[in-house]
C-alpha cells in the first residue's frame, strides 16, 4: 500500500478582526453579582478573553462577536440580562449562494485546518435549491473500523486526469497498445483561474506553492507567465498552464516539465489538441467548455471525438448555467454529460472535471456522485485569505480584507489548511457511506437522495411534477 496522503498544516491566524455571527449583549445595570455568574462557566472562554479584547481594540470594525452561539449564558442568567445579537457586518458577506455561513465556516477551516463545528447546530430547511437538494446516503456510519479520518480502513481519495483505456492488450507478456498519460492526484480537485469578477492581487505564487504542498494541479494564465518565485524543478509538475489564445506561445522547453494544458473551446479547439499531443505527447490536454446554453451539447458532441481525453466544463460563480434566462444548476448538468457518455461507451475515456458553485467539501463529493471525476474551485481559496465576497469589487476602492497585502506564508498557510479541511470532511463522507475509493464514487447517485426525485415520486401523481 503506498504511503497515507497527509498535508503538513499549522494554525494560520487571521490578519483581520474576526466577523463573527452573534454578540452577546449584555444590561448590567440589574446585575445581582451572581456567585457563580453564568459568564464565569462559558465553555469557550469567550467572557474570560473579553477583557483583554476590549483593552487591546484598535478599530471601530473589530467589534466583540466571537460569540459561538451555545445558547448558555442567555438561558441561566438568573436575571435574563443577556441578549444574543446577530453581527449586522455578517449578515452583509457574500450573496445569496456564497452565503456568510460559507465564508465564516471557510474562514475558520482555513486558520485551524479542522472539520468545523457549530455550537449553535443546525436550524435551517433540509431542502433547498442547489446542492441543498441533494443528500449523501450515511448509512455506513456506524461502522467502527470506516469511521473517518479515525478509522482504521485505509480509505483512497486519489482520481485520475487521462484517458483510461477499455481494456489491456498483451504481446508475448507485454502489455502494447495505447500508452496515454495518466496524472493520479491525491484528490478530486484542482485550482481553477482566478476569479474575472474579482478584483485581485497576483495570487499565483501562493497558489502554485500550495498545490505543490498538496501534490494538486494550480491552473495558471500563460498570459500571466512568469510566475515570481518559482521553483521550476519543483513547482512545474503541479502547474497546468491554460494556454490563452492571445497570449505568446510557451516555450516548449517549459511545457516539457509539466505534465497538464488547457485550452478554450472553439473551432479549431479538436485540432489545437491534436497540435500539443504531438509536439508533446506526454501532456494530458484538457478543453474547457462554458456550460451555456449549449454548453451540455457541447460537452457530449467533444467527448465523441477522437483524441480528446479531458473536458472541463464551467459554469458561473453560483454553479448556475451560463447566460440562460431560467438556468440550471451544475449538478443536474453533471448527470446530464455523464449519463450521455455512458450511453456513448467514452465514460472511462472521458476525464469530466466540473467548476462552479462548488463552495463546500460536501459539494465536492456531491459533484462526484453526480458524475464528474474531479472539480475545480478558485473562489473558496481566495475566501480563505478572508475576502468577504464583497458585490462591488473594484481595484479603485479600499479592500476590507485588505488583500493586496497578502505575503506568500500567510496565503499558502491559509490555503493549505482549507485543502487539508475538505481532504478530511471527503474521508468523514465516504466512510459514513461506506465507500473505500474515490474513484468508484464517481456516478454513484445510489450513494444520494435527489429532493426533486423524491417529490416527483411522493407527490407528482397528486400536484404534477415539476421536471
Not at 478543453?287 to 449549449?294: E, K
Not at 455523464?338 to 467514452?346: F, Q, R, S, V, Y
Not at 463552495?359 to 463529493?365: G, I, N, R, S
Request: aromatic share 6%; glycine share 8%.
Amino acid at each position: 500500500m503506498p504511503e497515507k496522503y497527509h498535508i503538513k498544516t499549522e494554525p494560520v491566524p487571521p490578519r483581520r478582526p474576526r466577523i463573527g455571527k452573534f454578540g452577546v449583549v449584555d444590561w448590567r445595570e440589574d446585575c445581582a453579582r451572581c456567585h457563580n455568574c453564568v459568564k464565569k462557566v462559558c465553555v469557550y472562554n469567550r467572557y474570560r478573553d473579553e477583557a483583554e479584547y476590549i483593552r487591546s481594540l484598535k478599530s471601530v470594525d473589530a467589534l466583540y462577536f466571537d460569540c459561538m452561539g451555545c445558547f448558555s449564558c442567555i438561558q441561566n442568567c438568573t436575571k435574563g440580562l443577556l441578549g444574543l445579537s446577530v453581527n449586522p457586518v455578517f449578515e452583509g458577506l457574500g450573496n445569496s449562494y456564497w452565503t456568510p455561513q460559507i465564508i465564516q465556516t471557510t474562514w475558520m477551516q482555513a486558520e485551524t485546518a479542522k472539520i468545523p463545528v457549530s455550537g449553535a447546530g443546525y436550524k435551517g430547511p433540509h431542502a433547498g435549491p442547489g446542492f441543498d437538494s441533494m443528500w449523501t446516503d450515511m448509512s455506513e456510519i456506524v461502522r467502527p473500523t470506516r469511521d473517518g479520518i479515525h478509522g482504521r480502513e485505509y480509505i483512497s481519495t486519489a482520481v485520475d486526469i487521462g484517458r483510461k483505456p477499455s481494456h489491456l492488450s498483451f504481446d508475448d507478456g507485454q502489455l502494447v497498445g495505447d500508452d496515454s498519460p495518466l496524472i493520479c492526484l491525491q484528490m478530486p480537485l484542482i485550482f481553477d483561474l482566478p476569479s474575472p469578477v474579482h478584483a485581485l492581487p497576483d495570487l499565483e505564487p501562493v497558489l502554485v506553492e500550495t498545490a505543490a504542498r498538496t501534490d494538486l494541479i494550480a491552473l495558471v494564465d500563460s498570459a500571466r507567465w512568469p510566475v515570481d518565485g518559482i521553483d521550476l524543478e519543483r513547482h512545474l509538475p503541479h502547474v497546468g498552464f491554460y494556454l490563452n489564445p492571445s497570449a505568446p506561445e510557451l516555450p516548449g522547453e517549459l511545457l516539457s516539465q509539466t505534465r497538464f494544458v488547457e485550452i478554450p473551446d472553439g473551432e479549431d479547439a479538436i485540432a489545437r489538441v491534436q497540435e500539443i499531443k504531438q509536439q508533446h505527447p506526454h501532456l494530458v490536454v484538457a478543453i474547457r467548455v462554458a456550460l451555456d446554453g449549449q454548453g451540455v451539447k457541447r460537452a457530449i458532441e467533444l467527448s465523441s471525438c477522437d483524441g480528446i481525453e479531458v473536458i472541463h466544463t464551467a459554469a458561473d460563480l453560483n454553479g448556475n448555467e451560463i447566460g440562460a434566462k431560467d438556468p440550471r444548476f451544475i449538478k443536474d448538468m453533471i448527470r446530464d454529460i455523464h449519463t450521455a457518455l455512458i450511453d456513448n461507451g467514452k465514460r472511462d475515456e472521458i476525464t469530466l472535471i466540473c467548476g462552479g458553485g462548488i463552495a463546500l467539501p460536501e459539494h465536492m463529493a456531491k459533484a462526484v456522485i453526480c458524475g464528474a471525476d474531479l472539480i475545480s474551485v478558485n473562489l473558496p481559496l481566495l475566501i480563505a485569505m478572508e475576502c468577504r465576497l464583497c458585490s462591488s469589487c473594484d481595484k479603485s476602492m479600499t479592500c476590507p480584507a485588505e488583500l493586496e497585502d497578502i505575503d506568500l506564508t500567510y496565503g499558502v498557510g491559509r490555503t493549505t489548511n482549507l485543502v487539508a479541511a475538505w481532504h478530511d470532511q471527503l474521508i468523514e463522507l465516504m466512510g459514513a457511506m461506506g465507500m473505500r475509493e474515490a474513484r468508484r464514487l464517481r456516478g454513484d447517485v445510489g450513494r444520494a437522495m435527489f429532493f426533486e426525485d423524491l417529490e416527483e415520486e411522493s407527490f407528482g401523481t397528486l400536484f404534477g411534477t415539476r421536471k
